[in-house]
C-alpha cells in the first residue's frame, strides 16, 4: 500500500479549515461585488465582475486612513513597549531573585482573571487626571506593559541554561547586556508571541476607545467601522470592504509570525 504524502488527519483538518474560512472567504467575495449582487435573493455566491466600488466609496468618503494611521500608530506603539518592558520585567522575574518576587508574581498574575469592566472607570479616570482623554495617548498609556506578556517571558527565560548567561557574567557582562546581547536574541519566538498577541489586542480593541475617544478624528479603525457601518448599513459593499482593510493587518500578521508562535506556546509549557 503507498504511503500517503501526508497526515490522515488532513481528511479532516482541511474541511474543518474551510469551514472557518467560508466566513472570510464571503467577506472577500462580498467586498468586490455590487450592492444590488449583495442584495439580490437568492445571494449571488460569486460576483459578476470585480468592482472596486465599495472600497473607492471607503477610502474617499470617510476618515478611514485617518482611523487606519491611529490604530497603525497605537498598536506599533503598545507592541514595542511590551516587547521592552515585558522582556525587562520577564528576566527579572526569571532569573533575579529579590525580597517579595514571588509575592509580587502572583499578585501581577492575579490581576490577569480581573474583568475589563471592573478597571475601566478607575483607568478612565486617571487617565482624565492626566489630560489624555480624547486623545491616543489614552489608548496607548493603559497598553504600555501587560502582566500577560511580562509572564510570557519570564516562562521562556527559565527554560534557557544559565550556564550561557553565566559565561557572559565571566566575560563582564552586567545584567542589561546579557539580557541585550544573550538572553533576546534566543527568545525570538516569544518576542514574536508578545508582538502578535499585543498588535491582536489592541487593533481589535473597541470598548476602551469607545469610552475614551469623542472626536472622529481620533478612532481608530474598529471604532470608526463601528461608526461606518452605522451611518452606511445599506452601503453593504462599502461596509464590507471597510471590513476588508481592518481584518487585513491582523490576518498578514498572524500569519507572518505563525511558526515563531507555535515555537514559543511549546517552549513556555515546559517548565513553570
Not at 506603539?77 to 531573585?97: D, H, K, P, Q
Not at 475601566?120 to 500577560?148: R, Y
Not at 489586542?201 to 452605522?230: K, M
Request: charged share 10%.
Amino acid at each position: 500500500m503507498k504511503k500517503l504524502p501526508f497526515s490522515p488527519w488532513h481528511f479532516v483538518l482541511a474541511p474543518l479549515a474551510l469551514l472557518f474560512a467560508l466566513p472570510l472567504i464571503w467577506l472577500l467575495v462580498s467586498s468586490v461585488m455590487s450592492n444590488a449582487e449583495i442584495n439580490k435573493f437568492p445571494p449571488a455566491l460569486w460576483p459578476s465582475g470585480i468592482k472596486l466600488d465599495g472600497y473607492r466609496f471607503v477610502l474617499g468618503n470617510a476618515l478611514f486612513p485617518r482611523w487606519f494611521l491611529n490604530s497603525f500608530i497605537v498598536s506599533a506603539v503598545a507592541v514595542t513597549a511590551n516587547l521592552v518592558f515585558g522582556s525587562l520585567g520577564g528576566y527579572a522575574f526569571a532569573r533575579m531573585r529579590f525580597a517579595g518576587s514571588r509575592l509580587l508574581l502572583g499578585l501581577m498574575l492575579a490581576t490577569m482573571v480581573i474583568p475589563f469592566q471592573l478597571t475601566m472607570i478607575p483607568t478612565f479616570l486617571v487617565m482624565k487626571d492626566l489630560g489624555l482623554i480624547d486623545t491616543l495617548g489614552a489608548l496607548i498609556v493603559p497598553s504600555l506593559v501587560t502582566p500577560f506578556s511580562v509572564f510570557l517571558f519570564r516562562q521562556f527565560f527559565v527554560t534557557l541554561p544559565r550556564e550561557l548567561e553565566e559565561a557572559a557574567w565571566i566575560d563582564g557582562c552586567g545584567r542589561l547586556r546579557i539580557l541585550v546581547s544573550v538572553v533576546l536574541p534566543l527568545a525570538r519566538p516569544a518576542l514574536s508571541t508578545v508582538a502578535v498577541l499585543t498588535f491582536l489586542s489592541t487593533w481589535n480593541d473597541l470598548t476602551w476607545p469607545l469610552i475614551a475617544i469623542n472626536h472622529d478624528s481620533n478612532y481608530t479603525l474598529q471604532l470608526g467601522l463601528t461608526t461606518f457601518q452605522g451611518q452606511h448599513h445599506t452601503q453593504w459593499a462599502a461596509v464590507m470592504a471597510g471590513n476588508v482593510i481592518t481584518v487585513l493587518p491582523v490576518l498578514l500578521g498572524f500569519l507572518l509570525a505563525q511558526k515563531a508562535f507555535i515555537r514559543s506556546l511549546a517552549a513556555t509549557g515546559l517548565k513553570g
